[in-house]
């Protein structure tokens, strides 16, 4: 059993990783709207794929709060972790599928007929998607726990790890989704502005899940 100290410590780092993933995003979102504003930026219609994508990762964290509230009465959520995992799969082909239909409409990442554009909607997508990979792993250890009967109400500290990390991963990509989907210039202001004046309440409902 870890030490309170420890506990705290594992926590505190987590949130530190996730303050910097916060940092790197803002940074690239804001650069989005600096450049549109130049000019030479290429409209096109963000693929439903990415809408699919948006309802998996919704649903999979509704997974791991039944699993969370199971461990909370000594109950093992093998069937629900393995269930987020399985839309987390889904997730990462919905965003295959995403990038597939861009390049059908003639929206590269980089190369001839390439947009400034459409070389964010791919950075800010597979940048969440290299993050959205450390979930997956993490998720596969919460199964290999669970099978152990590792997890129970004074032991799940890991879990609570894995699951606000995934939780905060479904809030950035619908941020993203918002984003990139309203991506005119007063709907950009629009949904940046309030995401932000909601940071509190989103960070509350991560870390108390």
């Known amino acids: 059993m870890l030490s309170i100290k420890e506990n705290r410590a594992k926590t505190q780092l987590l949130w530190i990783g996730i303050g910097s993933i916060c940092m790197f995003f803002a940074g690239l979102t804001s ?106 792993i993490a998720l596969i250890f919460a199964i290999y726990f669970s ?10 500290l890991s879990f609570k790890l894995i699951s606000t990390y995934w939780h905060f991963l479904g809030v950035l990509w619908l941020f993203l989704y918002l984003f990139l989907k309203y991506k005119q210039e007063g709907s950009i202001s629009f949904v940046f502005n309030n995401i932000l004046s909601q940071k509190n309440y989103i960070c509350n409902l991560i870390f108390t899940v």
């Open 31 to 136: 650069a989005v709207i600096v450049r549109r504003a130049e000019g030479n930026w290429l409209e096109f219609s963000l693929p439903n794929w990415f809408l699919f994508s948006t309802i998996t990762i919704i649903i999979s964290s509704m997974f791991l709060i039944i699993a969370s509230n199971l461990i909370k009465n000594n109950k093992q959520p093998t069937s629900y972790i393995t269930t987020t995992f399985l839309l987390s799969i889904a997730f990462v082909y919905f965003q295959f599928k995403g990038w597939q239909e861009l390049t059908l409409q003639g929206v590269y990442l980089t190369g001839e007929g390439s947009n400034v554009a459409g070389s964010f909607l791919y950075v800010l997508t597979l940048a969440h998607l290299i993050h959205l990979v450390g979930g997956i």
């Open 147 to 156: 099978l152990k009967k590792i997890y129970s109400k004074d032991n799940m």
